[in-house]
């Protein structure tokens, strides 16, 4: 009774996966959830609400409209009840809806309520689940924080074999119950995450900067979110999707303006994570009107940049923890354990320039993470969620929390 309490909207859309979700309601009930069901009109095709509320023990939402009488069914309250929006089988049209905040139906309108986290176990034919528009659809809803549980290999429905079936019920249960173990583990850490590019301008129009996308950061963030933390977060300027109102966001340009965010947040915070590519100089002087060009060669004068994790490194209690990153492209792990020593951090999570998969810009990253106990462990090429993950376990592991 792993779930007991633990209160899920359960959404079912069409696709012949939708099968399982009996299968999957049974297991949640069983393991002491409350579940309430919301299937799409075209759910409808595949499976009856019948089963579903027979099994759930609840009547099944489908339409806005309860009845006739213009009652409706709210999506308000819905989205405010439940611990975890679960969305087993979701097919490639509701996730497009969501990754584009289309609210056509109860479905769709919940999605956009719900404050609660967000799973979602897709289920398609292969070369459906392999085209662009889907795969960019699955990365800008994980942006948003939304777990994803990969589709399975295996036999499809069209007779084909790939990648595409709908994860199975017991590994949906697990990844269910794996979740709501995480999700206590940072309940009421005070957590501060620096993270994407800094701009240090030259003059109004041009500013000195770097490749960084802030997708590691933002995979940190949504990790400790959905594991109960209160997030922080002081970010250099991205290009990605994010839904602010989850975290205490302040967006800045320059390393200067990133250090006066975080040196006021500092006192309170139990974790800092220092994942901001930042500029280690910036411009002596900015330019106070845009810069002309001229026959001549133009050169400027650098100035070192506030070391923001050193400086903040020295302010560090007793019971707050530091966690840096470094990006090295040689001698990596020596140069790596030098920082966690001069920056006062507890780990240090190395990205070798060198490892194919690892990178500013891509949706993957592999990662060397080392303790100041000693111990270090490497991560395989994976997502940057699942690194986030591995970030956030290590944490737990730093002698500080035991
Ligand atoms: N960092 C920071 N402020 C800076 C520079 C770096 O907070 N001005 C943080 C980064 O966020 C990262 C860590 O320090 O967590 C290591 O950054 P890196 O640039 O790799 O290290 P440097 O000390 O700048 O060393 P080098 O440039 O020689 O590699």
Request: charged share 20%; proline share 3%; aromatic share 6%.
């Amino acid at each position: 009774m792993d779930l007991k309490g633990k209160k899920i909207i359960l959404g079912v859309t069409g696709s012949i996966a939708a099968y399982k979700s009996a299968h999957l309601t049974r297991l949640l009930v069983k393991a002491g959830a409350e579940v309430q069901i919301i299937m799409s009109a075209s759910a409808l095709d595949f499976i009856t609400p019948l089963t579903l509320a027979t099994l759930s023990k609840r009547p099944v939402l489908v339409p806005f409209q309860k009845d006739e009488t213009g009652e409706w069914n709210n999506h308000v309250e819905l989205g405010l009840w439940a611990d975890l929006f679960l969305v087993a089988p979701i097919s490639a049209n509701t996730l497009s809806k969501f990754a584009n905040g289309l609210c056509d139906n109860l479905l769709t309108a919940t999605y956009l309520s719900a404050r609660c986290p967000v799973m979602i176990a897709p289920a398609m034919d292969l070369d459906m689940y392999q085209h662009p528009a889907v795969k960019q659809n699955l990365s800008k809803v994980a942006s948003f924080g939304n777990v994803v549980l990969d589709a399975e290999s295996g036999e499809l429905a069209s007779g084909l074999s790939g990648q595409g079936r709908m994860m199975e019920p017991e590994t949906i249960l697990a990844s269910v119950e794996k979740f709501f173990k995480k999700t206590q583990d940072f309940q009421d850490k005070k957590v501060l995450i620096t993270m994407g590019p800094t701009q240090e301008a030259l003059d109004p129009v041009r500013f000195i900067s770097n490749h960084s996308s802030g997708k590691m950061g933002l995979a940190i963030a949504n990790s400790f979110l959905n594991r109960g933390a209160d997030v922080y977060v002081v970010s250099g300027p991205i290009a990605l999707k994010v839904n602010k109102n989850h975290f205490h966001w302040q967006d800045v340009k320059s390393a200067k303006e990133m250090y006066e965010a975080s040196h006021k947040l500092h006192g309170m915070m139990d974790i800092c994570v220092f994942a901001a590519a930042v500029a280690d100089y910036a411009p002596a002087e900015i330019a106070s009107e845009k810069i002309k060009k001229s026959d001549s060669e133009l050169s400027f004068r650098m100035v070192k940049n506030v070391d923001i994790a050193l400086e903040l490194g020295k302010l560090k209690q007793p019971g707050q923890l530091h966690v840096g990153f470094a990006l090295e492209t040689e001698n990596e792990s020596e140069n790596a354990k030098g920082k966690l020593d001069k920056k006062n951090f507890d780990l240090i999570v190395l990205n070798s320039m060198k490892e194919s998969g690892a990178g500013f810009q891509l949706d993957t990253n592999r990662v060397h993470i080392f303790q100041r106990s000693g111990k270090s462990v490497s991560s395989d090429v994976e997502s940057k969620d699942t690194i986030a993950e591995l970030i956030l376990d290590q944490i737990k592991l730093a002698p500080i929390w035991v």
